[in-house]
């Protein structure tokens, strides 16, 4: 059950596009349509942002668009702004029937 | 509107047990999953058990497993996480989560606000 790999950091300025990477393994990110995206901004609980690899939930803005190829994952966050800085997480089912997390990007928006 | 409130963390020695409740409201309880997700201070989430509508199926992180247990009631709307044999690195913010599906395999759609569990001596 190792965590999916994240990069620890990522940055934009304002009205630019970020992606994070979430890359996991054939028993995981690989197998499954069952990943799902999460924002955590300091202090706060996480929210669900993107479901089922590319499925947005009601009151999120599309601007946040995810994908996956193969064992990796990706969310992009097109037009960035100030609130949209925060922690991000993917999450993934596994072969094991479990729930694996990513190690946490943070968003900083310049 | 969904609600889920932890109780029951606090401080313990190592060693030690200690049940976590959740109290959910504004769904219909039995029709969905249920899971706890910690977060240990400064660190990133952690998936540490799920458990189906009906109990039937129940998973654990493999950092837990034999140790803790989850359970749900029905009948009383609640969700709980048995922590026995606590280690220092247990320490971390549970939160308690609803699955989308009745399913565990289904992805977490709601959180709690946590309850801080710090194993020290």
């Known amino acids: 059950q190792s965590a999916l790999t994240q990069p620890p950091s990522v940055s934009g300025s304002p009205g630019q596009s970020v992606t994070i990477s979430c890359t996991g393994t054939s028993s995981d990110v690989g197998s499954y349509n069952r990943v799902s995206w999460y924002q955590q901004p300091p202090g706060t609980a996480p929210k669900l942002m993107i479901y089922e690899v590319s499925n947005r939930p009601s009151g999120v803005p599309d601007r946040f668009s995810a994908s996956k190829s193969g064992n990796t994952a990706s969310l992009t966050i097109s037009g960035l702004q100030a609130e949209d800085e925060a922690d991000y997480y993917c999450s993934s089912y596994t072969s094991s029937s479990t729930w694996v997390f990513g190690g946490g990007t943070k968003l900083t928006v310049l | 509107e969904v609600q889920l409130v932890e109780s029951g963390g606090g401080l313990v020695q190592p060693g030690r047990s200690l049940r976590l409740s959740c109290a959910v409201s504004?769904?219909?309880?039995?029709?969905?999953?249920m899971h706890w997700v910690r977060q240990a201070p400064g660190k990133g989430l952690e998936w540490v058990s799920g458990?189906?509508?009906?109990?039937?199926?129940?998973g654990y992180a493999d950092s837990v497993k034999g140790r803790f247990t989850i359970s749900r009631d029905n009948a009383k709307n609640s969700l709980y996480l048995q922590m026995n044999s606590l280690r220092a690195e247990d320490t971390a913010l549970y939160y308690c989560?609803?699955?989308?599906?009745?399913?565990?395999?289904?992805?977490?759609?709601?959180w709690g606000q946590g309850t801080l569990v710090t194993v020290s001596s």
């Open positions: 458990i189906s509508w009906n109990s039937g199926s129940i």
């Open positions: 989560a609803k699955g989308r599906y009745y399913d565990s395999s289904a992805y977490v759609d709601s």
């Open positions: 504004g769904f219909t309880f039995d029709d969905y999953a």
